[in-house]
């Protein structure tokens, strides 16, 4: 009787030493460390663009022929840091990294990104924070990971998740910035990444509120184009036509990319040489083109309230692409989808001038639809981000466009490591 009694106190020790397992809710403790991700993500993107929209300002008093030796000062500096501090990589190394790095994002460069995009983006570079942002919430998600123990494919989730709660603090746009962060990894392989979507999610959402409140940013479009009417299925057809025209140019910034590219790497020169080079021709671009100047968070505004002509809109839509190849190439540090976004309204301005009757937001919506999902290959993402940033509320002729730009894609991906493994 005695050691029956032993064994069953035995036994009851044993149940009262586990944890409670009894859970009825899809709640786990999991949860809030999305939400803490978030949080820190929001934070981090919160001050990162105080700080820039700070030195923007400072810098914004360099304008004329003045502009020129600011933006190769600009690009001399950045250099200098990549040197010393440490090379912090690009957009492929990122998607590399997830893919065949079990989703580990080093940090350690986090100082030498975050000081030399600063930089590049407040000087007038064509390039956006959305890349260092997405690469230092990213390797914050690794890093909180690791504190935790986490491995394997819970570790690649959280660092998807902190490259979501980057990307979403930015565009405000909480599921467009849940999917791009499993997009541009390779549409072909999104579905092995799809168990992250909820934590993407959770933390874009508690990024976003944080980012909301630093910054007190409201709800609402970015670029107001709402002023679309929905006229009949001829309109699916039109948007189509547009983004073929979207396409076309995303090869063509995507071959003078490439050709650039090939002038800098004909000889091998220090990084600093080669962003002061860039830095230069981009002063130079900004001189002459003073809207080229910047990444286009608030050039596209003043593209679409002003009255350019046709022949200077070329001249835009020309030099705009050379100044986005030229910053990608040389070394500064940013991101191009705002950019390609500023490229798509110029010419959709341009195709309006050329074609009165054809609807303007329409235009411009799927030609912006369309260059970037050429190039990054991110059709789903890029519908949901433009209809947020746009106020377009007509959400399945963004689609079409985004469609017809991804299928018209070049089959070798701009982004090199989103080729498919081998």
């Known amino acids: 009787m005695k050691l029956r009694q032993k064994r069953k106190l035995v036994t009851y020790l044993n149940i009262l030493d586990q944890p409670v397992r009894f859970n009825p809710f899809v709640f786990s403790r999991i949860f809030l460390l999305w939400a803490f991700l978030g949080l820190v993500g929001g934070m981090i993107a919160g001050i990162y663009w105080i700080v820039l929209q700070f030195l923007t300002h400072e810098l914004a008093f360099f304008t004329g022929w003045k502009v020129v ?19 912090p990589g690009e957009i492929h190394l990122i998607v590399n990294n997830i893919r ?9 460069n986090n100082p030498s990104m975050i000081l030399s995009s600063l ?8 390039l956006g924070p959305e890349a260092p942002l997405v690469q230092v919430t990213g390797s914050t998600g ?6 935790f123990r986490l491995k394997g494919e819970e570790l690649r989730s959280l660092s998807i998740a902190g490259m979501a709660s980057g990307f979403t603090a930015l565009f405000g746009a909480p599921l467009g910035g849940s999917l791009f962060a499993l997009e541009i ?5 999104a579905v092995e990444y799809y168990k992250a979507i909820i934590p993407a999610f959770v933390s874009s959402c508690f990024s976003y509120l944080v980012f909301a409140l630093i910054i007190h940013l409201g709800l609402g479009p970015i670029w107001d184009l709402s002023s679309y009417e929905y006229s009949g299925v001829f309109d699916f057809g039109q948007a189509v036509l547009f983004a073929m025209v979207g396409a076309f140019f995303g090869w063509i910034f995507i071959f003078v990319t490439k050709f650039i590219k090939a002038i800098f790497e004909k000889r091998p020169l220090p990084i600093y040489i080669k962003t002061l080079i860039g830095g230069l021709i981009l002063g130079m671009i900004a001189y002459y083109l003073p809207i080229t100047r910047y990444f286009g968070h608030h ?10 002509s046709i022949s200077v809109l070329f001249l835009v839509l020309v030099f705009k692409i050379i100044a986005i190849s030229v910053t990608v190439t040389s070394g500064w540090r940013g ?3 705002i950019p390609l976004f500023f490229v798509g309204a110029t010419l959709g301005l341009i195709l309006h001038q050329l074609f009165p009757d054809i609807k303007l937001t329409l235009a411009i919506v799927s030609c912006m639809a369309a260059i970037n999902a050429c190039v990054t290959r991110t059709p789903m993402s890029t519908t949901i981000l433009l209809a947020t940033l746009t106020g377009f509320g007509h959400f399945i002729p963004i689609l079409f466009a985004s469609l017809t730009g991804y299928f018209l894609a070049p089959r070798i991906p701009f982004i090199g490591s989103q080729m498919e493994k081998e």
């Open 299 to 308: 050039e596209i505004s003043r593209l679409l309230t002003s009255d350019y």
């Open 119 to 126: 930089l590049c983006v407040a000087s007038g570079g064509s």
């Open 100 to 108: 065949f790095n079990k989703g580990k994002l080093n940090p350690r």
């Open 69 to 87: 030796p600011i933006m190769g000062i600009s690009g001399l500096l950045a250099g200098l840091i990549i040197h010393f501090i440490g090379d």
């Open 185 to 189: 990894l390779h549409h072909k392989h």
């Open 142 to 147: 690794t890093w909180i990971g690791k504190l």
């Open 335 to 337: 991101g191009f989808i």
